[in-house]
């Protein structure tokens, strides 16, 4: 019972401190309002509903964007707020105060000022080119079309994969329609080519001695990540194969004792197949796995045998004896 209460006191408190949050949010954001600083009091409006999602604090988001001159915002909102009334039962929309009505005739006031931009972009923009009006991204629906906007500025930026994006500032003003064709950005890549060194410049002539091959950091990487994956190979390979190898020898214990004779019982002939099908899984395993270690040997950063100017070269070996044992190892030259 006492970590049922507990668990409880602990979900409350978790609940307890975003609404607290956002119903500090939500006084400050009426002062700032009633001082007639929209600017400050919008956003943190907005910000005290997306902790808490009363329907008060959504309508009062509205109020304030309608007052700020965000009017495509205000719309938007009062629109979400009609929506979220329609949904409510009876008891709480007696609650909300007429505020249902004030909404409908602000949104009625306000839609006939509301800007409309249209976006392009020309028809041979690159495939995979972007476009973001502010902080939201555009769709390729969303191009060519009226869309609704706040006034006053919008920055539109144009992203083409591998070039430098490109950014515009347009304004628009109450009531407009602006549309707006992007420039596609045609510059040079981001990382301009290597300028050729002038003969002033040019690099010494090698030397004998600095013509002798080298192993590049990034190649000697390569190999040790390859060692890596034939390492963890060959451990699953040998774990494996110890392991059926075993239950391989368990069978062989109930063979002999379900097949005294020439006849075998049920459950010996059973405990043969599987010792046949377990002793075959630990020779290929082990097989698997000897030979993924000496790949492993081979792949490490001078794991090859070199001896002055020779190098060595190895490769794992797996194969069968004429009597049906395993046979594992490696060959190789130097």
């Known amino acids: 019972m006492g970590i049922v209460l507990l668990a409880f006191s602990m979900a409350s408190l978790a609940f307890a401190q975003p609404s607290a949050t956002a119903e500090a949010l939500f006084r400050n954001g009426l002062q700032e309002m009633e001082a007639g600083r929209y600017e400050a009091a919008c956003p943190s409006i907005a910000e005290s509903y997306r902790l808490d999602?009363?329907?008060?604090?959504?309508?009062t988001l509205a109020e304030c964007e309608a007052k700020a001159g965000r009017i495509a915002s205000a719309v938007a909102h009062y629109g979400d707020y009609v929506a979220v009334f329609s949904r409510m039962p009876e008891d709480q929309r007696q609650r909300q105060r007429g505020r249902e009505a004030i909404a409908r005739q602000q949104m009625d006031s306000l839609r006939p000022n509301?800007?409309?931009?249209?976006?392009?972009?020309?028809?041979?923009?690159?495939?995979?080119?972007?476009?973001?009006?502010?902080?939201?991204e555009l769709g390729t629906p969303s191009l060519g079309m009226s869309l609704p906007v706040d006034p006053g500025e919008h920055r539109l930026t144009v992203q083409v994969p591998?070039?430098?994006?490109?950014?515009?500032?347009?304004?628009?003003?109450?009531?407009?329609t602006l549309r707006v064709e992007l420039e596609v950005p045609r510059a040079s890549p981001v990382q301009p080519p290597r300028?050729?060194?002038?003969?002033?410049?040019?690099?010494?002539?090698?030397?004998?001695?600095?013509?002798?091959?080298?192993?590049?950091?990034?190649?000697?990487?390569?190999?040790?990540?390859v060692?890596?994956?034939l390492g963890g190979l060959a451990l699953e390979g040998l774990a494996v194969g110890t392991v059926t190898g075993i239950?391989?020898?368990?069978?062989?214990?109930?063979?002999?004792?379900?097949?005294?004779?020439?006849?075998?019982?049920?459950?010996?002939?059973d405990a043969a197949d599987a010792g046949t099908t377990y002793a075959t899984v630990s020779t290929v395993s082990f097989g698997i796995g000897l030979a993924a270690l000496a790949g492993a040997?081979?792949?490490w950063p001078g794991g090859a045998t070199e001896v002055g100017s020779a190098r060595g070269s190895m490769s794992p070996v797996v194969g069968r004896t004429g009597e049906g044992s395993a046979l594992f190892g490696v060959r190789g030259g130097f």
Do not use: H
Request: with cysteine.
């Open 162 to 176: 591998g070039l430098q994006p490109r950014s515009t500032t347009v304004n628009i003003g109450v009531g407009a």
């Open 247 to 269: 239950l391989a020898w368990q069978k062989k214990d109930a063979v002999e004792r379900e097949c005294p004779d020439a006849y075998c019982s049920a459950d010996g002939m």
């Open 114 to 136: 509301v800007p409309q931009m249209i976006v392009t972009l020309p028809k041979d923009a690159p495939f995979g080119t972007s476009v973001r009006m502010d902080s939201i």
């Open 297 to 299: 040997w081979i792949a």
């Open 195 to 225: 300028p050729e060194p002038s003969p002033a410049t040019a690099p010494p002539m090698r030397t004998e001695r600095d013509e002798r091959p080298r192993e590049p950091s990034e190649q000697g990487e390569s190999r040790r990540v």
């Open 227 to 229: 060692a890596y994956v």
């Open 53 to 59: 999602a009363r329907p008060g604090t959504l309508f």
